[in-house]
């Protein structure tokens, strides 16, 4: 039940080596000339390039506009600011990017070095970059595949191939297959001919599909979104400000820099920042868990995943072969089939099957006999066999693949028949079988009976994926292995019946393979490419879509999927191109990372959330205050203030207590614009109210109107928090996290003894500042309903959509 690996093409197009003296090193030089180099391929921007990018957009473009012209103004500070935060931006952003050619190196860690090729007659050792197709390669115990191979001559190879196909059993190989880049030889030797080299090998084909896989996350569209929404919105305002201004015959340097700062303060320089800090925050508490987060878009994404295409084995089951209910023949005891198996095991370095078998017979003395002679499993033979001493008598004993036990004890048709059926009804409900036999001096064999063998379940995979679907998850298992063994672990984990093979259900028009891939409930005998194909149709689906994996031949799939799960023990190629790498075995770590990830996604939409409301709600009155009014409502010191006040509570966002939605979360912007405009809108009535009342009937000196408008808007502000924190009334449960509520409290006692005792400001005294407090207080719970029926009223006209 291996997995088979997809062939590459053979090249036709060449003149057939002669393959007693190899290639001449005239033709080699030629094919090295018209092919290249045996190597990986990666397309690579220079540094420069990659780092100009960073630097290109419309964020960056306004942000860079404002250091120019603090540049203009001399003013150091706001530059300064301006530019470390450009930078951290940047600094983020090469990070990620790096992931790709990181994965791409991984791969070409796992290449031979070197290569034992024969040119003009001789065995020679060359670099493996210089193997050209229709090169002769010997390959022994010990190496690596250097390139796809047929291999024409010798008796057998034993290859790993775990890496490229997640099977965790060595295939054997003979005269007339191939072997594959990257590959393993465990055991025997044999001579091959190059068929293809570099990206043109399987394992180049992987490679290939890791670079494919580019574009943008969910996360960086939502940034983009509200990005974009705010720099509109703020230089529509600004220049309308500007505009009347400079008609007004206002001082044009006060107006460009009270635009500047405005600006400045309006648009949402630190907003990418801010979301990687909530996100950083959170990634420390899930390696805590034992999943390192190696891209930190991922924990968006993850939050967001409502298929999880779990592979098998290691995630599912133990990846610990188990024999389960010895089958004896008639008339034999279970532990004289045991004993036998268990003695035709290598007890000093057993394979994962003696390992099983060992395990087996653990309670079974076997010190007590003597092994005189073993003689290890080959692929030819295809069964081990010891000589062993008891109770002074000479047995054999062997173990190996039914068909050949059967055929040493010589058994007749009928019993023949019979275990042929047993081996075949076994491999139905996903069981692979041994074969036991043994025999006294020189008596006949004896068949012994058969022995079941299979990876069982992980003991919390069951109850983890019950805990998967009550979280709005779809899991979908997936396997190199046989339909057969697929089903059979799915009942056990009750995960469905409808598996079927990858390459049946991945035939026809994109419509047809997006819903076969939907309605299945796993796939078997699973190729890298079909891993990547499964992925692509989820996600034409509208799906967000989590795959884990180990193996190179994971790869693709892992760095396809929107979130990416490198499961414990992975390939360096795997970790390279995951987005989670999880340190400690099983499932169960999966669905905890999920909720931490809804955990993180709330407070990213929390403070999305409040940074629209908090810019319509200053923009928006300064605005009308100016065009209406002539008056600014606000001093540009007051503005910096403002924005230095609002950052403290703003980073504490990140440690905040929120419920976790039983449901998979993602970004809707339609949703979070809604409320945050309703907010803002909200807000800019009431400061309007403020400013009418303290302006109108109470008559106090215009600049002590904008010492309380400033204390206004950043204690309203700051109770806005309270309110996009929560999506119920923000007194209910979960209460804020301590260290957000106290320094939101302490930044708002900070701007309130700023305003009453007069630092950088106009003092207004403790009586006015009181009365302002009260105010903004009357309008919390106003602010709470506005918000809960905007929300209430979204979900029920655009939910079910």
């Known amino acids: 039940m291996d997995q088979t690996v997809t062939e590459p093409q053979t090249r036709n197009d060449l003149p057939k080596t002669d393959r007693k003296t190899g290639l001449s090193k005239a033709e080699a030089t030629k094919r090295f000339e018209q092919y290249g180099p045996n190597a990986l391929k990666s397309e690579e921007k220079t540094l420069l390039q990659r780092i100009a990018g960073y630097f290109w957009g419309p964020i960056p473009w306004l942000i860079e506009l404002a250091a120019g012209l603090s540049l203009v103004l001399r003013d150091w500070s706001d530059f300064g600011v301006i530019f470390v935060m450009l930078l951290i931006n940047a600094a983020v952003g090469f990070k990620e990017e790096s992931k790709a050619s990181s994965a791409i190196a991984a791969l070409k860690a796992q290449l031979a070095p070197n290569a034992r090729v024969k040119r003009d007659g001789q065995w020679q050792e060359i670099a493996a970059r210089e193997l050209v197709p229709g090169d002769i390669v010997r390959l022994s115990i010990g190496q690596i595949v250097p390139a796809d191979l047929d291999l024409f001559e010798g008796q057998y190879l034993s290859v790993d191939e775990a890496a490229l196909t997640g099977e965790s059993l060595p295939v054997d190989k003979s005269v007339g297959d191939k072997a594959f880049s990257g590959s393993v030889i465990k055991l025997g030797e044999m001579t091959g001919e190059v068929t293809a080299t570099g990206m043109e090998t399987y394992f180049g084909h992987t490679a290939s599909l890791v670079q494919t896989t580019t574009g943008k996350s969910h996360f960086q569209k ?154 290890p499993f080959d692929p030819v033979s295809k069964r081990s066999e010891a000589e062993v001493a008891l109770d002074g008598k000479r047995w054999r004993v062997a173990k190996g693949a039914p068909q050949v036990i059967v055929e040493l004890a010589a058994m007749d048709a009928h019993l023949r028949e019979a275990v042929e059926g047993d081996v075949e009804a076994l491999a139905q409900q996903g069981y692979r079988a041994l074969g036991a036999a043994r025999k006294l001096a020189d008596a006949d064999w004896e068949f012994l009976g058969l022995l079941p063998i299979i990876d069982p379940p992980r003991p919390d995979a069951a109850s983890t994926i019950a805990e998967a679907r009550e979280m709005g998850i779809d899991v979908k298992i997936i396997t190199g292995d046989h339909e057969a063994i697929a089903r059979q672990i799915a009942g056990k984990l009750d995960l469905g019946q409808k598996i079927y093979p990858a390459g049946e259900l991945l035939d026809g028009d994109p419509a047809t393979v997006e819903a076969n891939v939907r309605a299945a409930d796993g796939f078997a005998r699973v190729l890298p490419e079909h891993k990547f194909r499964i992925v692509e149709a989820l996600q034409a689906g509208h799906s967000i879509v989590a795959m884990t994996g180990d193996g190179v031949n994971d790869a693709p799939a892992l760095r396809k999927a929107d979130a990416g799960i490198a499961v414990s023990g992975a390939t360096d190629a795997a970790r390279a191109a995951a987005d989670l790498v999880l340190t400690d075995k099983g499932l169960s770590i999966i669905t905890t ?65 929120v419920s976790v939605s039983p449901r998979p979360v993602r970004w809707d912007m339609r949703r979070v614009l809604t409320v945050a405009a309703t907010l803002g809108v909200t807000g800019v009535i009431e400061t309007f109210l403020l400013f009418w009342f303290v302006d109108a009937h109470l008559g106090l000196p215009r600049d002590q109107i904008q010492t309380i408008i400033f204390l206004k808007l950043l204690v309203s502000g700051h109770m806005t928090l309270f309110v996009t924190r929560h999506q119920s009334w923000f007194w209910r449960r979960p209460f804020p996290a301590l260290r957000l509520f106290a320094t939101t409290e302490a930044t708002q006692l900070l701007g309130t003894l700023i305003a009453v005792y007069g630092l950088f400001v106009t003092p207004i005294g403790w009586s006015v500042a009181l009365l302002v407090w009260l105010y903004c207080l009357a309008w919390l719970p106003l602010e709470g309903a506005m918000a809960l029926l905007v929300r209430g009223f979204y979900d029920r006209k655009f939910a079910a959509r």
């Open 222 to 375: 939502a940034v983009m979104q509200i990005g974009n929404f705010l720099i509109a919105a703020a230089l529509v305002l600004v220049a309308m400000i500007v505009i009347v201004s400079f008609q007004r015959h206002n001082p044009p340097l006060e107006v460009i820099q009270f635009a500047l700062i405005l600006t400045v303060a309006a648009i949402p320089v630190a907003l990418p920042t801010v979301l990687s800090v909530t996100m950083a925050v959170g990634a420390e508490r899930l390696a805590r868990m034992k999943a390192t987060v190696s891209r930190l878009v991922s924990i968006e994404e993850l939050a967001g995943v409502d298929v999880l295409c779990s592979d098998k084995t290691g995630t599912l089951t133990l990846n610990e072969l188990t024999v389960e209910n010895p089958r004896p023949a008639e008339g034999v005891a279970v532990e004289d089939l045991l004993s036998a198996a268990a003695l035709a095991c290598d007890r000093d370095a057993p394979d994962a099957i003696d390992t099983a078998v060992l395990a087996a017979a653990d309670k079974i003395a076997l010190t007590a006999i003597e092994t005189l002679d073993f003689t």
């Open 593 to 657: 990372a999920i909720e931490e990830s809804r955990r993180i996604f709330a407070r990213m939409t929390s403070y999305a959330t409040f940074r629209v409301a908090e810019t319509i709600r200053v923009l928006l009155f300064m605005t009308l205050t100016i065009l209406v009014f002539d008056f600014y409502p606000v001093t540009a010191i007051m503005i910096v203030l403002l924005a230095v006040l609002n950052d403290f509570p703003i980073m504490m966002i990140a440690y905040d207590n």
